[in-house]
């Protein structure tokens, strides 16, 4: 969730609806939130967004201010993750959210994708990897965030 230069391989039909590349914005939002805009290819001024407020949770907004989704990700263990998800409409509203189509392959994709990473990163071989700060900037802030509280943590045990 906090990248999308993986979009265009990971996930074609999102690609086809909304910019991937540097139209794709991501900028932090505060201290503990990551928010993301991306415009749709049909009409690049309208935005769909998407906001991370660290450590685990996620709202989507719907172009048209009809949508929002909700997602909660929650450890279960030290190698085990929970995700739940919610879209609220209003009442009446016949209207497909944008991504309907496609969302629960997309959502599968990405989960997917995070269980691949998680079993590369149990692999004897990997020993650690870069971060690309002009690609991963929200990874970057994520880490940053992390690294501070356990800074925060280890300070107060002393």
Known sequence: ???CYHCPVAHPEFSKVVYTNKNYVVERL?????????PLRAAPETMYYFAYAWPALALGLAPDGRGI???SIRPTSATTTTYHRQLFQPKGIAHKPLLADFKENLIQQ????CEMVQRG???EVYGSGAVVPSR???V???HELVRSHVELGSALVS
């Open 136 to 138: 991963e900037q929200a």
């Open 121 to 123: 990163l149990q692999n």
């Open 1 to 3: 969730f906090n990248e």
């Open 30 to 38: 505060g201290t503990y939130c990551v928010g993301h805009r991306v």
């Open 110 to 113: 990405d989960i997917d994708l």
């Open 140 to 142: 970057l802030i994520f």
């Open 69 to 71: 989704g909700i997602v």
